[in-house]
T-cell receptor, first 110, second 111 residues
């Protein structure tokens, strides 16, 4: 029972490079989320999705894009990475109540 | 604009005593609140929740209190155990499915 799985777990990028974080959930949840965690800032919502084919902006969406082509997957893309995007990224899913989180992806942008 | 605030970055409590973690919010439209616990290198895990129609919810050693007039909630852990050492996040639902988090409080339980 995997729950929410994020790949990769760690990544180092140079400024200007692009990358995609993949989130997969096996709980048949409708709702999926991407958060970032920074010291002293807590968890801030980047984008979220209320169903397959839908996406919506959260608190800090700038510099990120997302796609939900399949119900079980939610992709977070960085088109041109910046040092300010160095963070730990968490994906979560929900069936309508509490959110279930993945283990996180640590991204460093040099 | 931080709608959910945890003003204490850290808290240290002796094992066996009560831990009280506090959270304030500014949006009176929030109607469902949750507490999450996070260990290092792991994702947050759900701990306990409370609806705005209640003022208390209890689950074993964990109790959450909600004071709507003060826009304040608190998490009580009693008795505190070493395994409770973690970062605790308060969160509130904004709209149907948008969950907003506070900054977190690092709880340390001392033997």
């Amino acid at each position: 029972n995997a729950g929410v799985t994020q790949t990769p777990k760690f990544r180092v990028l140079k400024t200007g490079q692009s990358m995609t974080l993949l989130c997969a959930q096996d709980m048949n949840h409708e709702y999926m989320y991407w958060y970032r965690q920074d010291p002293g800032m807590g968890l801030r919502l980047i984008h979220y999705s209320v169903g397959e084919g839908t996406t919506a902006k959260g608190e800090v969406p700038d510099g990120y894009n997302v796609s939900r082509l399949k119900k079980q997957n939610f992709l977070l893309g960085l088109e041109s990475a910046a040092p300010s995007q160095t963070s730990v990224y968490f994906c979560a899913s929900s069936g309508g109540g509490e959110l279930f989180f993945g283990e996180g992806s640590r991204l460093t942008v040099l | 604009d931080q709608q959910v605030k945890q003003n204490s970055p850290s808290l240290s409590v002796q094992e066996g005593r009560i831990s009280i973690l506090n959270c304030d919010y500014t949006n009176s439209m929030f109607d469902y609140f949750l507490w999450y616990k996070k260990y290092p290198a792991e994702g947050p895990t759900f701990l306990i929740s409370i609806s705005s129609i209640k003022d208390k919810n209890e689950d074993g050693r964990f109790t959450v209190f909600l004071n709507k007039s003060a826009k304040h909630l608190s998490l009580h852990i009693v008795p505190s155990q070493p395994g409770d050492s973690a970062v605790y996040f308060c969160a509130a639902f904004q709209g149907a499915q948008k969950l907003v988090f506070g900054q977190g409080t690092r709880l340390t339980i001392n033997p």
